[in-house]
């Protein structure tokens, strides 16, 4: 067999094999088949598709290039995966809830992705928080604490962390196959036996409309059967940036308001309609309202809060950070975006739309995200949203904070984030 063949093949729209997709995967994770080889064929597959058959054989060879943990001995463990959006900050919200309603959090998250964050970034923005245990490490804190988050660590689905720093650094995010074979592969490897997936949906997310969401959620669920894990896909909007933070350490900030009880709407749809399932998943309650209840309490009580804390410290992080938030690092430049002067004397105007994906971009392009896989990224920068969708705005207004230490960069971000905002 040969990878040269294998891309042709790909390149011609044909299915490959079974050992193709294996061969494939095994010498990229063992370092036989280059970079670039790998680049040209996840292209193919990202113009060219593949079939059901290829998405499952592809996603299990992901899943077993590394260790497959088994966290039978904890009883129901539900898992919780988002496709990626921006502002999205529910696992660090959701996890330490569900956790102190007694489900164990054995989660594996990933990096940023295209404009999109990730949460292994946002966690790593905690001074001293780590994000690379080893699989034993991460079983025990769950044992002990209840709860883990963590990156992929060294040894579980290898192959998928390769294949993502590629695919974010060659623009080859947005596919279904090479989506659902990412999450599930890391689902399948990290143990849980139910997992309820985040499907987001919109300008903001990687599926723009709700036929690809259902799509995309049709293959994860029938791989999910496939391996024997109950799988629950909920379709969110992600039209314009979830709460009111851009960036990492922005956002851990955020999470711990919403913690704290200081939860945004939009923030708290998503966070109650996800928890809902998993306590439905872990049988802990078939009502889905009754369930969203429970949260909230959870949320209002301050144990959420705690629980947080706790992870933090079990893995390492600095909790002063937790107690006192303005602690974190700020970037060198915090700059106002001021709705400009308009043509006409005009009345207040409404925000009717503000993209998601704009506002991705020009976070990433304030250094909180990557060009290429090895770049590191500004935990400081990012976006704070003053007006989202449903604001009156006038001339003067500030639109947004701009967080960046790329001083040569703010005119151009600054337009970046206004041409964001559709007035109505
Ligand atoms: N999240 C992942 O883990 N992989 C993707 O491809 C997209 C979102």
Known sequence: MNILDI???KQKKQ??????IEYFITGYTNGNIADYQASALLMAIFLNGMSDREITDLTLAMAYSGEVIDLSSLGTVVDKHSTGGVGDKVTLILMPIVAMLGIPVAKMSGRGLGFTGGTVDKLESIPGYKTQISVEEFISNVKKIGISLIGQSLNLAPADKKIYALRDATSCVQSIPLIASSIMSKKIASGANKIVLDVTCGDGAFMKTRQEAEELSDKMIQIGKLANKETVC???DMNEPLGYS???NLEVIEAIEALKGNIREDVKKVVLALGAEMLRLAGKGENIQKNKELIE?????????EKFKQLVQNQGGDISYIENTSKFEKSEYIVPIVLPEMQKQENARKVISLSAEAIGKASCSAGAGRQKKEDSIDMT???VLNKKVGDYVKSGDILAYLHTNKKEKIDEIQQQ???AYELG
């Open 234 to 236: 909920v379709i969110t």
């Open 297 to 305: 309490q959870t949320i209002q009580s301050g144990m959420a809060l």
């Open 381 to 383: 920068a990012g976006i």
């Open 246 to 248: 851009v960036g990492n």
């Open 417 to 419: 984030i206004l041409k």
């Open 7 to 9: 891309i042709q093949k």
């Open 15 to 20: 299915e490959l094999t079974k050992e193709e």
